[in-house]
Antibody, heavy 120, light 112 residues
């Protein structure tokens, strides 16, 4: 079964860009019909979908974050990445990566999550 | 403000049955898109509990069941156990938001 693992800095300064990667093991990121997504959860709050990418590079974003988000896939490394620009304290959250077998399917495998704090 | 609406909290005694509702609209649940449910134990990542409205992944006890009707869905938990105390989230797809994954605000289940 798939295993996902997030990596990246735990502290980002305001106005800078948050960058995270998600390594996929136990399967290929090129698997047909699999989408690869990012979800975040501010402390004490609910889940918010950030966006998803297909191995072809097609991307889909939460409209509320679209102007600041880039998601890319690196098939040679079997990983995908998130960039969130112009961060503020409101972007402080646990960031999860997850897999999704189809655009309307459930998120079946999740990484353990990584806390990113935005602070100077 | 979440696209899908859930009650903030529910509670029940061990052995009882509880339900958690998830209300959407004509652009998500009402449009026929599947509803999925997640269980999030304290300090852990969410876990897929129900997919495709009423299907359980391997390993999920049959005490958990899902249903969907119209613009709403429900998660039922029977034979409540202390280990079921967690946050529960519903999720679907919304066609009016550039093809977005949408979540409910989450429901905290307390086992009395």
């Amino acid at each position: 079964q798939l295993q996902l693992q997030e990596s990246g800095p735990g502290l980002v300064k305001p106005s800078e860009t948050l960058s995270l990667s998600c390594s996929v093991s136990g399967g290929s990121i090129r698997s047909n019909n699999y989408y690869w997504g990012w979800i975040r959860q501010p402390p004490g709050k609910g889940l918010e979908w950030i966006g998803s990418v297909y191995f072809t590079g097609n991307t889909y974003f939460n409209p509320s974050l679209k102007s600041r988000v880039t998601i890319s896939v690196d098939t040679s490394k079997n990983q995908f990445s998130l960039n969130l620009s112009s961060v503020t304290a409101a972007d402080t959250a646990v960031y999860y990566c997850a897999s999704q077998l189809g655009a309307v399917a459930g998120l079946d495998f999740w990484g353990q999550g990584t806390l990113v704090t935005v602070s100077s | 403000q979440s696209v899908l609406t859930q009650p903030p909290s529910v509670s029940g005694a061990p052995g009882q049955r509880v339900t958690i509702s998830c209300t959407g609209s004509s652009s998500n649940i009402g449009a026929g898109y599947d509803v999925h449910w997640y269980q999030q134990l304290p300090g852990t990542a969410p876990k897929l509990l129900i997919y495709g409205n009423n299907n359980r992944p391997s390993g999920v006890p049959d005490r958990f069941s899902g249903s969907k009707s119209g613009t709403s869905a429900s998660l039922a938990i029977s034979g409540l156990q202390a280990e079921d105390e967690a946050d529960y989230y519903c999720q679907s797809y919304d066609s009016s938001l550039s093809g977005s994954v949408v979540f409910g605000g989450g429901t905290k289940l307390t086992v009395l």
